[in-house]
């Protein structure tokens, strides 16, 4: 009925529990651990039986493995090597092209040699009365096309030297024929020259030009005037533009010329201005003569002469 003090101090948690209950002498029965459980050494992989994405099937066959990354690494800088080397090859073969493109200019573009040109007769001997048989030449020439020059220089002749050649010459309106002897320029040597260094042309320098003005002007018959005028008969048939005068050769042509002091009438025949709307009108319809451009016949549709670019 009563109990003793050992039995009286045992805690209620000690009684409810059995005493053997921490026990932990081996007694036969199975071994209870309390060691956490430690990670497995073996690396386990994906099996074939498992189903997986191709991105994960392509990075396991080409990374999967230390050897597979070693292949992986050596085949990309193989690549890699390949691709620069084409990349340099197609430079070099680039290169090559433009040297090869430079030494073909330079042996046959240089600005050096002149090479035969055809040229109009009238562009040199400038006479709209008359009409020259042949009615071209050949002459060797220094030009934009004939040498390859820097953006600011061009072609031009270093050297040359004049030559005369025969000619037909026919009167316009007449049956006159004759073997005239002309002077020409034959190039001999060419050289790259800044543009702005402006040469004589070939039919001579402006005094050369302007002397055979002259010469033309002395030839032609000027129609005979009663107090420096001149005939009302003749008036209409010799009508020419403004700045120009009227010039009769072997009596039986008038065409327009410029005296040799009038420099606006010489820039006019150089195509370097265009004629008035009066005079132009004057020239389609016939009532002026014909005007003596220096490099062709006058352009009735711009209304001027043909520069010398434009022949």
């Known amino acids: 009925m009563?109990?003793?003090?050992?039995?009286?101090?045992?805690?209620?948690?000690?009684?409810?529990?059995?005493?053997n209950i921490f026990d932990t002498s081996d007694n036969g029965d199975a071994e209870v651990s309390f060691q956490a459980e430690e990670p497995s050494s073996t690396k386990k992989y994906p099996q074939e039986s498992q189903t997986y994405s191709s991105l994960t099937e392509y990075k396991w066959n080409q990374l999967g493995t230390r050897d597979r990354v070693s292949q992986a690494r050596k085949l990309y800088m193989e690549q890699k090597d390949a691709a620069a080397a084409v990349k340099k090859s197609s430079e070099e073969s680039k290169t090559t092209a433009v040297v090869e493109h430079f030494i073909r200019v330079r042996n046959s573009g240089e600005c050096k040699k002149p090479i035969p040109k055809v040229i109009p007769v009238h562009l040199e001997h400038t006479n709209p009365s008359v009409t020259y048989?042949?009615?071209?030449?050949?002459?060797?020439?220094?030009?934009?096309?004939?040498?390859?020059?820097?953006?600011?220089?061009?072609?031009?002749?270093?050297?040359?030297?004049?030559?005369?050649l025969y000619f037909y010459v026919k009167q316009i309106g007449a049956d006159v024929t004759k073997v005239e002897k002309l002077k020409f320029y034959n190039h001999t040597e060419c050289e790259c020259r800044p543009k702005t260094e402006a040469q004589p042309d070939d039919g001579g320098s402006t005094t050369e030009r302007q002397k055979r003005v002259a010469e033309r002007a002395d030839n032609a018959i000027s129609v005979p005037v009663a107090g420096n005028r001149i005939p009302e008969s003749l008036l209409k048939k010799c009508k020419?533009?403004?700045?120009?005068?009227?010039k009769i050769k072997f009596g039986s042509k008038c065409y327009c010329d410029c005296e040799n002091d009038n420099e606006d009438c010489l820039r006019m025949r150089k195509g370097k201005e265009y004629s008035s709307l009066i005079d132009r009108i004057c020239i389609q319809k016939r009532d002026c003569g014909i005007i003596a451009c220096d490099y062709g016949p006058y352009n009735k549709l711009k209304g001027r002469c043909p520069r010398y670019d434009e022949s």
């Open 2 to 19: 009563f109990k003793s003090r050992k039995e009286q101090a045992k805690t209620p948690m000690e009684d409810d529990y059995p005493d």
């Open 133 to 164: 048989i042949p009615h071209c030449t050949v002459l060797h020439r220094c030009a934009e096309d004939t040498g390859c020059c820097k953006y600011d220089a061009s072609c031009q002749y270093k050297e040359r030297v004049e030559v005369s």
């Open 240 to 246: 020419c533009p403004k700045e120009f005068i009227p």
